[in-house]
C-alpha cells in the first residue's frame, strides 16, 4: 500500500501523520527534527521558495520497518513554499536529510491501518535529486500577480459602484413627476 498523498506531506511538516507503537523513545519525540546526514563540502547554490525540487523518500516507523519509498519509482517534485519541503537544500550536489516526525503531527491515534498503526513516530530519509531554479517569469507570477489581483478587487468594486450611481442618476423620472409636469401646464 502506498501512501504517496500523505507522504509529501509528512515529509516536510505541512500537515503531519504518524503511526503508533508504545515504545519509550516514541514518546519522548514531541516536535519535529530535522537532521542533515550528507551535506556536500560547498554549496554554492540553495534552495529557496518558489523553488522545484525533485527528491527521493524512504519512510520508517522507528522499528525500521518501511512503510513508503521512492526508490523504485521516478523522484518526487516538490516545490518549495507551497509548506510542502524544506528550504536551504544544495543544487547539484548529493545531500541527504533524516525528519523525524512525532506521532501528534502525523497520523495521529488512528494511524493508517494495516501500514500504519496509531499513535507512532515516523522517519523519513529525503534526498535531493535536483533543484530547478525559480524563473523570472514564475517569480512575477507567484509574488507579484496575487498582489495586483489584491489591488484590482477594491478596484473593480468601486467601478462597479460608479457605475451603478451614475445609471441611477441617468434613469428618467418616474410617472409622478411627469404627471406634476401635465397638471402644471393645464
Request: proline share 5%.
Amino acid at each position: 500500500m502506498k501512501l504517496k498523498s500523505g507522504i509529501l506531506i509528512v515529509l516536510f511538516g505541512a500537515f503531519i501523520f504518524a503511526t503508533s507503537e508504545d515504545s519509550e523513545s516514541e514518546k519522548n519525540v514531541e516536535e519535529l527534527v530535522v537532521e542533515t546526514l550528507v551535506k556536500p563540502e560547498t554549496c554554492t547554490i540553495t534552495s529557496v521558495v518558489g523553488d522545484t525540487l525533485a527528491i527521493h523518500y524512504t519512510g520508517r516507523l522507528l522499528d525500521g520497518k518501511v512503510i513508503d519509498s521512492s526508490l523504485s519509482r521516478d523522484p518526487l517534485v516538490v516545490e518549495l513554499g507551497k509548506r510542502t519541503v524544506i528550504s536551504g537544500m544544495c543544487s547539484g550536489r548529493v545531500q541527504k536529510i533524516k525528519v523525524t516526525i512525532p506521532a501528534h503531527l502525523a497520523y495521529g491515534k488512528r494511524g493508517y491501518p494495516p501500514t500504519i498503526p496509531g499513535d507512532s513516530v515516523l522517519e523519513f530519509e529525503v534526498e535531493v535529486v535536483s533543484l530547478t531554479q525559480q524563473t523570472p517569469w514564475q517569480k512575477l507570477v507567484n509574488d507579484i500577480f496575487p498582489l495586483v489581483c489584491l489591488a484590482l478587487v477594491p478596484t473593480l468594486l468601486g467601478l462597479v459602484g460608479i457605475y451603478l450611481y451614475n445609471k441611477a442618476k441617468a434613469q428618467p423620472q418616474g410617472r409622478k413627476k411627469s404627471k406634476d409636469k401635465k397638471s402644471k401646464k393645464k
